[in-house]
């Protein structure tokens, strides 16, 4: 495709200082402990070696053989003359220097880019964190490194990308790629959006803007993704005050905030708030492609359960009425004290056995498209038992878990998670997970 020469490059050549603690550095260290399988030239005029992860690497006085990608953290004034120079030898540029356009400085931008577009070199950045090709075991940013998964993560801006890539490891959330794409002076979130949107590895994608410079373009991109895979955006600077700091960030327009929701809306995609929400939507979606609306709550514990039948009814979501049938087999084996109705509460004393075949019997009515499991472990039922029943539980259909809370529920969600079972830490947001699944009938 189009840009694998930036996300499953076979070479790569760092330009910059190779001191310890200089981002070069940091960069070249992320690729070669990444595992990186391909050809890695670092580039400074002064050459010298480097030692990185127990390898010592001779650095070239000059690039003077041809790589997939240059990654390039040197002073602004100088990188339009290296683009000149290494044009001819590379496919690619990723730009972390700063200084351009987004401090006013839009002359050195533009001619970066043309000196770009003579060598026919495709640009990512300037002013930006640099990118992770994950199942091409490719770390070029200095940024934290991420396990492989579904989730490809585009930011407009580095420090958001860094902050979501930590807090995703948090969350057991597997990547596909990051990118971040800084002032967009060549490629932009439009170009990686369709980029995403054929990607076999990329299961959902993410994508933080502040603004966009060609609306007709990524209103295109995104509809064209969306019609794909799920696309999870976060929009900052909604209020005035957010897209005067938007402007000044990256250099680009944020706009009306009502004409980007709406835009979101017509393309099909799936705006969220807040990081936490763009963190569960992107679990949820790495799990299941969507799911319908009608829900079925199975739980330990009265509260949490009436705490998510609240939440689930004010997302639009229904309540499932479990058929007579359903009923009268659920009373065959659960002790009388439990609630059969939906929510169904299999009281504090819950076991593998009962919620292992509370979960099939659900499973099987044709009134319910999809399952919400919540587990309060008390203090002599281990959360392990609890997540092996969810595990062993023979269900073709969505299962959302939310096991809580703390470190009751530590070793049950490890489990889970070894499994490709994601955990919402409370019942609203398990309870949204739900929503977001739903939008995509």
Request: aromatic letters at 8%.
């Amino acid at each position: 495709m189009g840009l694998d020469f930036f996300f499953y490059p076979g070479s790569v050549a760092v330009f910059g200082s190779f001191r310890k603690g200089a981002i070069a550095h940091e960069i070249l260290r992320n690729i070669v402990e990444g595992g990186f399988k391909g050809k890695i030239v670092p580039v400074n005029p002064k050459g010298g070696t480097v030692e990185v992860a127990g390898r010592v690497f001779q650095i070239r006085e000059k690039l003077e053989e041809p790589v997939d990608t240059a990654i390039i953290a040197i002073p602004a004034k100088f990188v339009p003359s290296l683009l000149d120079e290494i044009g001819p030898l590379i496919r690619g540029a990723v730009v972390i220097s700063a200084g351009f356009s987004e401090v006013g400085n839009e002359e050195l931008e533009r001619e970066l880019l043309e000196k770009a577009k003579k060598h026919g070199v495709r640009v990512i950045g300037p002013n930006c964190a640099g990118i992770f090709g994950v199942h091409g075991k490719f770390f070029g940013s200095f940024e934290v490194r991420v396990k492989p998964g579904g989730l490809a993560l585009i930011s407009q801006s580095g420090a958001f990308g860094g902050a979501a890539l930590a807090m995703g490891n948090d969350e057991g959330i597997g990547f596909s790629a990051f990118v971040s794409y800084g002032n967009a002076a060549d490629l932009s979130e439009s170009d990686f959006l369709e980029y995403f949107a054929d990607d076999e590895n990329t299961k959902a994608i993410a994508l933080y803007i502040e603004g966009v410079k060609d609306g007709r373009r990524f209103l295109k991109a995104l509809r064209y993704a969306s019609e794909r895979k799920p696309v999870i955006v976060l929009k900052a600077g909604k209020s005035e005050s957010g897209a005067k700091a938007a402007a000044s960030h990256t250099g680009s327009l944020a706009g009306s905030y009502e004409i980007y929701r709406a835009a979101f809306k017509q393309a099909g995609a799936i705006e969220v708030e807040e990081m936490e929400e763009l963190f569960d939507a992107a679990k949820v979606f790495e799990m299941y492609p969507k799911a319908g609306t009608r829900v079925a709550v199975i739980t330990n514990s009265g509260g949490p359960g009436v705490l998510a039948t609240d939440k689930l009814e004010k997302l639009g979501l229904e309540i499932a009425k479990l058929s007579d049938e359903t009923i009268e087999k659920l009373r065959s084996f659960l002790p009388p004290q439990c609630s059969i109705r939906n929510p169904i509460d299999l009281i504090a004393d819950a076991d593998y056995e009962r919620y292992r075949r509370t979960i099939e019997t659900v499973c099987g009515d044709e009134n319910v498209d999809v399952l919400l499991v919540i587990c309060v472990p008390p203090i002599f039922i281990p959360s392990e038992e609890i997540a092996k029943a969810v595990i062993e539980a023979k269900c073709d259909k969505p299962v959302i878990v939310n096991f809580m809370a703390g470190e009751l529920v530590r070793g049950g969600v490890k489990l889970l998670e070894e499994n490709g079972i994601k955990n919402f830490p409370t019942p609203e947001r398990a309870a949204r997970a739900l929503r977001w699944l739903s939008l995509r009938q």
